[in-house]
Every structure is written in structure tokens, then in C-alpha cells.
């Protein structure tokens, strides 16, 4: 059973960086088919997909998010991280990463982490 579990700061200010780190067990990143995708869900909002690493390495990034976003991966930790720049108020959100065998499949996902952007 995959497993997913987000890190990271709970308070950024505006204008900085967003850094978050996925740490998985009970598998790992490099398994073949598999996505490794961020997910986000402001207050009241729905979830809106951000973007997605996939075994080989591949990133794909959501359109109006691409000029902030980065996706990267740590094999060796078994860890994928998100971040995103020149963030505002309207960047706070719960933030989660889940694993699946789309972009979009979220079969396994975290807990999610609360991400509040304020000065």
C-alpha cells in the first residue's frame, strides 16, 4: 500500500517561495506507470490539480501555473517536492500530493498539509 506524506512550512509570506516535500513508502517513485502529482484545495474551494512527475521523469504542469511551478524528485529519498514562487494570500490552501496511474489519478493521496501565505 502506497503511502504519501507531505512536509513543510505551514506559514509563507508573500512574494516567497512555497516549499513542500512528498515523502513515499510502501513504493517507490521510479515504479513503472505510476504519476506523482500535486494537488491543492483552497478554503471553500474545490481541488485543482497543479502538476505531476511521472516514473521516467516526465513534469507536466497545470497552464496558468507553469511560470511559478517546479516539480522535481529525489530517488534516492524517495521524495518528490513542489514549488512555487511569488506566491499571494490566494496561494493558501491545503496542499496535497497523491500518486496514481493517470495525471489525474488520485488513488493514493496524503493528508494533505494547511499552507497559509500572510505577512
Known amino acids: 500500500q502506497v503511502q504519501l506524506q507531505e512536509s513543510g512550512p505551514g506559514l509563507v509570506k508573500p512574494s516567497q517561495t512555497l516549499s513542500l516535500t512528498c515523502t513515499v513508502s510502501?513504493?517507490?517513485?521510479?515504479?513503472?506507470?505510476?504519476?506523482w502529482i500535486w494537488i491543492r484545495q483552497p478554503p471553500g474551494k474545490g481541488l485543482e490539480w497543479m502538476g505531476a512527475?511521472?516514473?521516467?521523469?516526465?513534469?507536466y504542469y497545470k497552464t496558468s501555473l507553469k511560470s511559478r511551478t517546479s516539480i522535481s524528485r529525489d530517488t534516492s529519498k524517495n521524495q518528490f517536492t513542489l514549488q512555487l514562487t511569488s506566491v499571494t494570500p490566494e496561494d493558501t490552501a491545503v496542499y496535497y500530493c497523491?500518486?496514481?496511474?493517470?495525471?489525474?489519478?488520485?488513488?493514493?493521496r496524503g493528508q494533505g498539509t494547511q499552507v497559509t501565505v500572510s505577512s
Open positions: 510502501g513504493g517507490s517513485i521510479t515504479s513503472n506507470g505510476y504519476y
Open positions: 497523491a500518486s496514481g496511474a493517470g495525471r489525474y489519478d488520485y488513488s493514493y
Open positions: 512527475i511521472t516514473w521516467s521523469g516526465g513534469i
